[in-house]
């Protein structure tokens, strides 16, 4: 199918029908997060879902929320038991978003998430996926929604022949072709679906003009960050020297790795003594 304006309602009916059926048929509907529709443990599926396989998220989520049942007794938690519950997971941040997030809604918003795009964004770390995301499956609204599954199917059906395609381009075919009477089942069935397109045809992502590829994780800043964050779940706070003589990795990155990660707000430092955000 390739796309060349505004599209006619038969086109549309065909695109929603195939994409229907193709998740009625092999759809991941056992997932664990497609058996639920609260907000709470919707919010932790896409945040660890972001940039790690389902399969490695799977036992990491089940064991999250048996630790963290709820957002209030998340809220109630320590940032230390949260990142030790949040390890192998990378990208911490996220999880020190969805701790203050946790305490946000406890305390501004009755225990209750809000239920539009608008004022999930008002939450910590929250974007504009993230927050159409949880709209739509826990609230069945009918966003707009993009990310790299859905980004995939759009460039192999619409843009098949054309590279250097820009979000902007892809954003008013996704909105045209939603599936208002379920945006539930929809968006499950576009990312089922682009998931697979990616394993059996050339990965079509190369063709977006926001295509980029992830850097080595062994001898990155990420890797220091990752474990300076880690030493510190373990014992709370450290002398800066050794905490140093701790890093495996690249030690050259390990000066910017602890100004970035003081700058966040992850650690705070008293003179030499470097500890995890209380």
């Known amino acids: 199918m390739c796309y060349a304006g505004s599209m006619k309602a038969a086109q549309i009916s065909a695109f929603q029908n195939y994409i229907l059926r193709w998740y009625a048929l092999h759809g991941r509907t056992e997932l664990p997060w497609r058996q639920t529709q609260d907000p709470y ?130 954003l008013p075919l996704i909105t045209e072709t939603r599936y208002t009477k379920n945006p539930r089942e929809w968006y499950a069935a576009l990312m089922d679906y682009g998931s697979y397109l990616k394993k059996i045809v050339p990965n079509p992502s190369r063709k977006s003009k926001h295509h980029t590829t992830q850097s080595r994780f062994e001898g990155s800043p990420r890797q220091v960050r990752g474990e300076i964050i880690r030493y510190l779940t373990k014992s709370g706070s450290l002398n800066e020297k050794n905490l140093q003589a701790k890093i495996k990795g690249n030690k050259n990155h390990y000066p910017q790795a602890l100004q970035d990660l003081l700058k966040e707000g992850m650690i705070t430092q008293s003179n030499a003594i470097i500890s995890l955000m209380k």
């Open 41 to 170: 443990k919707i919010l932790v599926s896409e945040l660890m879902l972001q940039q790690t396989q389902v399969q490695r998220v799977i036992p990491k989520y089940s064991n999250f929320l048996r630790q963290f049942p709820d957002i209030q007794t998340l809220a109630e938690s320590s940032l230390a038991n949260v990142l030790a519950h949040w390890q192998g997971l990378g990208y911490n941040r996220r999880a020190k978003f969805l701790w203050q997030t946790a305490q946000k809604v406890t305390v501004a918003f009755d225990g209750r998430f809000p239920k539009t795009k608008e004022a999930l964004q008002t939450l910590p770390g929250i974007g504009p996926y993230t927050a159409s995301a949880v709209s739509v499956f826990a609230f069945n609204n009918p966003e707009t929604v993009i990310e790299t599954n859905i980004r995939t199917i759009f460039l192999y059906h619409f843009f098949p022949n054309t590279s250097e395609i820009s979000d902007a381009q892809i």
